[in-house]
C-alpha cells in the first residue's frame, strides 16, 4: 500500500465547476503537507503548502485532518487552464512522499 | 536564472548499459533529491541529499548511486541498466528540507525520459 493514496480519477468538469480532491497518508509522524501541479509532460510545480488550519489561495483551499490523516484541495469557478494533474505529499522523516496524482480536465 | 537543469532530456540504453543523469542548481540549495515517475505510480524518491558529502537512499534505491561532491550538482548513476529502469527521471532541490511549519517549495527540473531495452 503506498503511503499517500489519490483518487486517480479522471475528474472532468465543465469550466466554472467546483471539484474536490481528496488524498490519505498512512504515516502518522509526517509533518507538512503540500499540494504540487503537473502538467502534461512537465515537471511538478507548487501549487501550495496545507496548513492545519487549512488555507485559501484564491480559488483553491486546502484543507488537513490530523486524526484522519486526510487532506483535500477544493478549486472554485474552475478554469480551463486548471486542468493538469495535482499531486499529493506527504512528508516522511526526511522525504517526500508522493501520491500517484488526480487527474483533472475542465471542459468549455 | 536556470533554476534546476537537467541532461540528457532522452536517452535510450541497453539492458547492461551504465550512464549518469546529471542536475545542477543555481540557486545554492542545501537539499536535493532524484525522483523516477511511472505511470499509476506516482513520483518515487530515489535518493536525497541534505548537504554536499551527505547522500541517503530513499524509497526505490536500488540500481542506482549518487553522489553529492559540491552544492551544486547531484549526478545519478545507472550502474547496469534493466528495462524496468525506463521511466521519466526528475532531479529537485530545495533551500531545505520541506519540513514542518515552511513552505520550503521543490523545485523540480523538466526530467529526464529514459528508455532501456
Known amino acids: 500500500r503506498k503511503e499517500v493514496e489519490q483518487d486517480p480519477g479522471p475528474f472532468n468538469v465543465p469550466e466554472g465547476a467546483t471539484v474536490a480532491f481528496n488524498c490519505t497518508y498512512s504515516n502518522s509522524a509526517s509533518q507538512s503537507f503540500f499540494w504540487y501541479r503537473q502538467d502534461c509532460r512537465k515537471e511538478p510545480k507548487l501549487l501550495m503548502s496545507v496548513y492545519s488550519s487549512g488555507n485559501e489561495d484564491g480559488r483553491f483551499t486546502a484543507q488537513l485532518n490530523r486524526a484522519s490523516q486526510y487532506i483535500s484541495l477544493l478549486i472554485r469557478d474552475s478554469k480551463l487552464s486548471d486542468s493538469a494533474t495535482y499531486l499529493c505529499v506527504a512528508t516522511g522523516n526526511n522525504d517526500m512522499r508522493f501520491g500517484a496524482g488526480t487527474r483533472l480536465t475542465v471542459k468549455p | 536564472n536556470a533554476g534546476v537543469t537537467q541532461t540528457p532530456k532522452f536517452q535510450v540504453l541497453k539492458t547492461g548499459q551504465s550512464m549518469t543523469l546529471q542536475c545542477a542548481q543555481d540557486m545554492n540549495h542545501e537539499y536535493m533529491s532524484w525522483y523516477r515517475q511511472d505511470p499509476g505510480m506516482g513520483l518515487r524518491l530515489i535518493h536525497y541529499?541534505?548537504?554536499?558529502?551527505?547522500?541517503d537512499q530513499g524509497e526505490v534505491p536500488n540500481g542506482y548511486n549518487v553522489s553529492r561532491s559540491t552544492t551544486e550538482d547531484f549526478p545519478l548513476r545507472l550502474l547496469s541498466a534493466a528495462p524496468s529502469q525506463t521511466s521519466v527521471y526528475f532531479c529537485?532541490?530545495?533551500?531545505?528540507?520541506?519540513?514542518?511549519?515552511?513552505?520550503?517549495?521543490?523545485?523540480f527540473g523538466p526530467g529526464t525520459r529514459l528508455t532501456v531495452t
Open positions: 529537485a532541490s530545495s533551500y531545505s528540507f520541506p519540513g514542518p511549519g515552511g513552505t520550503r517549495e521543490q523545485y
Open positions: 541529499s541534505v548537504g554536499a558529502g551527505i547522500t
